[in-house]
Nanobody, 115 residues
Framework: DVQLVESGGGLVKPGESLKLSCVASGFNFSLRRMFWVRQVPGKALDFVSSINAVGGGAAYTAAVKDRFFISRDNAKNTLYLELNSLQPEDTAMYYC????????RGQGTQVTVSS
């Protein structure tokens, strides 16, 4: 079974940074494009970023471009998302996923940005 376990979220002030991690198991991680999606309560899942199987081809939603950076370590079956210059509107539950819609995702890690 696919397992995705996110960590690294927390409560931070505007302008601060976080680095999220996602450890994957149960599938061949090194062959899959991977995604980060996020969700605010009461709203749909939103695409944040993606990266191809070998660590290139990064894509970002416009709202996070130049602030967030996605990476991966295939030797560790781990996906990362570095979040910089965080703003209150970045507050959400962040999930790593194997598809852009987030249909196959982990339990999530909460990011809260508040002064």
């Amino acid at each position: 079974d696919v397992q995705l376990v996110e960590s690294g979220g927390g409560l931070v002030k505007p302008g601060e940074s976080l680095k999220l991690s996602c450890v994957a198991s149960g599938f061949n991680f090194s062959l899959r494009r991977m995604f980060w999606v996020r969700q605010v309560p009461g709203k749909a899942l939103d695409f944040v970023s993606s990266i191809n199987a070998v660590g290139g081809g990064a894509a970002y939603t416009a709202a996070v471009k130049d602030r967030f950076f996605i990476s991966r370590d295939n030797a560790k079956n781990t996906l990362y998302l570095e979040l910089n210059s965080l703003q209150p509107e970045d507050t959400a539950m962040y999930y790593c996923a194997t598809d852009i819609r987030g249909q196959e995702r982990g339990q999530g890690t909460q990011v809260t940005v508040s002064s």
